[in-house]
């Protein structure tokens, strides 16, 4: 009843006004989305992680990194990675995977931004580093008006590089586990974000040696496998499907998170982040 | 010889000046400091947290809390939180310890903000959350220009509480572990904030009860004592200093985050965010 009572606000009104009035929490706004608010990960473009204590899911970015992520693909079918290790956890930063010994990695891609598209929607909310910031196609996103990138915010999958910016193939990724550290925007080629199980890389302990990198080999989780989804029989393919981020139902979940109702908040912020907006991702099905 | 050609360097010149010809970076700063621009924490407002794994230090903040910051001393004194746990750790958010189970904690503090002081010191960046951010006394702060309030940034302590704005005395705490939840700015007690230790607290499992809870009495991360710095014999409290916010030393290293130097950087950001700038702290002495 409540759900469909919801379902009938967020129809009847534009996001914003419907929220200021009713004052839906971001949960209530997920509950009253309707089916074709959210769209199925594309197993041709997921990445299945299997560490030993569970399985990280990564949706890849191929529009804003062709290249990379087709290298990416490349290494996964190669099976680099299953002889991979996650060998950095830097406290409030990144950890990182790779195999270890590193295989030399001289040349890649500076996939860094693209140009700005019409399904870059910026939030109408102040943004330290850049012009403009919303979201694009279920990722955080920035512009300067003309180009457009991918934010570094908390779980987002990017290519480690040496000083030249196209020297980074994707043998070597990091995923973000603390504050945004947006300096990093324009500066690596991000290809993708965790949508499942960021748990299994944020809470390992981290490397005591310089930048986190551990010390010795047995400190470091060794990865079991590294899949395409659409390489594993569909029963074994993720089933999670992602809210569209050009939907009114999201529009309204930012809006929520930026005035957050309810008796507890004294002083709703009136404004939000992106990297505080986690796109919402859910299970499939029954 | 580096060294004391980088501090001639900062004392001939206006912090941003000076950096943006020579492109010192962060590290080349802390390195060029005096022992002046540096403060020792003060023992009877630091809080030394003792985990099976390591020691977590907690510097509070009473000019911002006073009222929970002096019961937190009282609890710390009965013995409270000898006998407390981590009882909480949610992926991206925070972790929070209490006695388990929790005594009745129906009246405290709701000491959100206080007047705007001449001791915060706005940075010039763009803020999401409010018209001024910037540091005051060694931590991150923001304003509306009247108000002035502790911004909720990764390590940040706060008190838990329930809907009642004032009904969080302290037995319950948290620290922040992930993207800064700057919409708990106001909201919530800011009492301190972590500097040393961090990681013992942020790379725990993270709790698979409803909002990261631990769902066994197994799984808690039992404190085995907090004991205030004053009360250790001195060989035995922590022996740290935290670079003064209001220094030009702060104001330099402020600005080559903002803008990092070096050969990787192919777009700097120009701009920071003052929950991506970590106060510095470092080990006294030789």
Known sequence: MRKLVLAALIAAAPA???????????????????????????????????????????????????????????????????????????????????????????KGWAEFERNRTNSFLPLKDR????????????????????????AHCYGVVGVGRDNAP???SGIELYAVTGQAPRALDRNMTVTGRVVKGMEFLSALPRGTGELGFYETASERTPILTVKLAADLPPAERPK???????????????????????????HPAGAIDICSITPPVRAIGP
């Open 16 to 106: 914003q006004a419907q929220y200021q009035t009713q004052k839906l929490s971001p949960d209530d706004v997920l509950i009253a989305s309707s089916a074709s608010d959210w769209q199925t990960l594309d197993p041709s473009d997921t990445l299945v992680m299997t560490l030993p204590r569970g399985q990280v899911v990564i949706r890849l970015a191929p529009e804003f990194a062709p290249n990379s992520v087709a290298n990416i693909k490349r290494l996964v079918h190669s099976g680099y990675f299953d002889k991979a290790a996650i060998v950095r956890s830097q406290d409030n930063f990144v950890v990182q995977w790779a195999q270890d010994p590193e295989p030399p990695d001289t």
């Open 127 to 150: 943004d330290t580093y850049a012009a403009e910031a919303g979201f694009d196609n279920g990722f955080a996103a920035a512009s300067d008006g003309r180009r457009e990138w991918l």
């Open 166 to 168: 196209d020297s980074g």
């Open 240 to 266: 999670l499907e992602w809210l569209k981020t050009g939907s009114p139902t999201f529009a309204a979940y930012v809006e929520a998170r930026r005035n957050r109702g309810g008796p507890f908040y004294v």
